[in-house]
Every structure is written in structure tokens, then in C-alpha cells.
């Protein structure tokens, strides 16, 4: 059974810093993983899939990465601003071929001015 | 817009009444999907539709029913409202599970 844990649950930190998120999963056998973020009180958006051929993809501020063999994804946020103060799920597969997605809990990311 | 619309945006039940929960999407996906989302819990999987006609069961389907009579639409029945289903529920749709994920704005359903 797949299973996503995601570390930290929460985070704090100060405008302009860097930052990492993590994922993991139990089953490497995935086709591709995604990531997305969470508003209070509003659904989800999409911020990259990756899919399993590729190593990493990237959006603005944003690059994830993907490490099949050892079931881990990061999320990395460049010079964080408060507007990215959300919180932020990873997903993937649950299982081969057209499955649908099983969801970590999330980390909720606070960026302070 | 272009997307994924639910209905009602939110909703009282008393115990042991019925709703349906309403999920449109404009964009010709094949697949749906219902969520429930608990505080702390994630999302969980509710039912999914892989086209029109077709359904099956996810992580947590009992006290739910869906049908998928055509592609836009994929309405959550709930029958005999308990308070454990007192939840977020989302809806989203995909071209498949290559792609990415389209949600809905949710819907909060509170059973007392």
C-alpha cells in the first residue's frame, strides 16, 4: 500500500530564505509525483508533476526533484515571501498505471515578513 | 472559467438526512475523483470515475454512492448522514493520471 509522509508539518521562517520540503513514499513504482499547494479554506492548485524519467522541474521560484530508487521528492523554494505562506501536499500514485493519487498530510509553510 | 465547480460551497445536515453533492468540470477530462479532507488527516479517497459509466471505490466509500452518467459531470450522493462525515469533500478532475490534477473549491459539510 502506498503511503506519503511528508516532514516537516510545520514550518516557520523569515522573508528571503531559502527553503526544503520533503516527501516520501513507499512504493518507487510510480509514474510520476506532484505537488500542490493549499490556501486556508480553498482547494488545491497544481505546482509541478514530475514525471518518474525525469530528475527534477522547475517553476519560478520553485524546483522539485524526484529520487525513484530511494522514494524521496524536495521541494525547494527560492527567497521565500510571504505570499508562499500555504500549505503544501505531495502526492503520487497509489498504485501502476492509471491510479489515482494518494496525498501526504502536508507541511504548512509560514513566511514571516 | 475553465475548471472544476462544486456545489453548495457549504452545508448543515442533521443525522440521518441525504444530500447530494454537486461536481461539474468543463474541460473533457475522463477522470474524477472525490475527496474527503479531515484536519491533520490529508485527503482521502473517496470514489473515482475513469469515464463516463464507470466508477470504483477508494480508500473510504462507505456512506457514499456516486454515478457518472456523463463526462462533466460526477455527483457524490450521501445517504443517512452521520457525524463522521462531517468533512471537507473536493472534487477534482484529470485528462488521466499522467496529468495533473484540476480541484474544486470544496465543499464543507457539517452533520449534527
Known amino acids: 500500500k502506498q503511503e506519503v509522509t511528508q516532514i516537516p508539518a510545520a514550518l516557520s521562517v523569515p522573508e528571503g530564505e531559502n527553503l526544503v520540503l520533503n516527501c516520501s513514499f513507499t512504493?518507487?513504482?510510480?509514474?510520476?509525483l506532484q505537488w500542490f499547494r493549499q490556501d486556508p479554506g480553498k482547494g488545491l492548485t497544481s505546482l509541478l508533476l514530475?514525471?518518474?524519467?525525469?530528475r527534477e522541474q522547475t517553476s519560478g521560484r520553485l524546483n522539485a526533484s524526484l529520487d525513484k530508487s530511494s522514494g524521496r521528492s524536495t521541494l525547494y523554494i527560492a527567497a521565500s515571501q510571504p505570499g508562499d505562506s500555504a500549505t503544501y501536499l505531495c502526492?503520487?500514485?497509489?498504485?501502476?498505471?492509471?491510479?489515482?493519487?494518494?496525498f501526504g498530510k502536508g507541511t504548512r509553510l509560514s513566511v514571516i515578513a | 472559467n475553465a475548471g472544476v465547480t462544486q456545489t453548495p460551497k457549504f452545508r448543515i445536515l442533521k443525522i440521518g438526512q441525504s444530500m447530494t453533492l454537486q461536481c461539474a468540470q468543463d474541460?473533457?477530462?475522463?477522470?474524477m475523483y472525490w475527496y474527503r479532507q479531515d484536519p491533520g488527516m490529508g485527503l482521502k479517497l473517496i470514489y473515482y470515475?475513469?469515464?463516463?459509466?464507470?466508477?470504483d471505490k477508494g480508500e473510504v466509500p462507505n456512506g457514499y454512492n456516486v454515478s457518472r452518467s456523463t463526462t462533466e459531470d460526477f455527483p457524490l450522493r450521501l445517504e443517512l448522514a452521520a457525524p463522521s462525515q462531517t468533512s471537507v469533500y473536493f472534487c477534482?478532475?484529470?485528462?488521466?493520471?499522467?496529468?495533473?490534477?484540476?480541484f474544486g473549491s470544496g465543499t464543507r459539510l457539517t452533520v449534527v
Open positions: 477534482a478532475s484529470s485528462r488521466d493520471s499522467n496529468y495533473g490534477y484540476t
Open positions: 512504493d518507487s513504482a510510480i509514474y510520476n
Open positions: 514530475i514525471q518518474s524519467s525525469q
Open positions: 502526492a503520487v500514485p497509489r498504485g501502476a498505471g492509471n491510479t489515482p493519487l494518494v
Open positions: 474541460m473533457n477530462h475522463n477522470y
Open positions: 470515475s475513469v469515464g463516463a459509466g464507470i466508477t
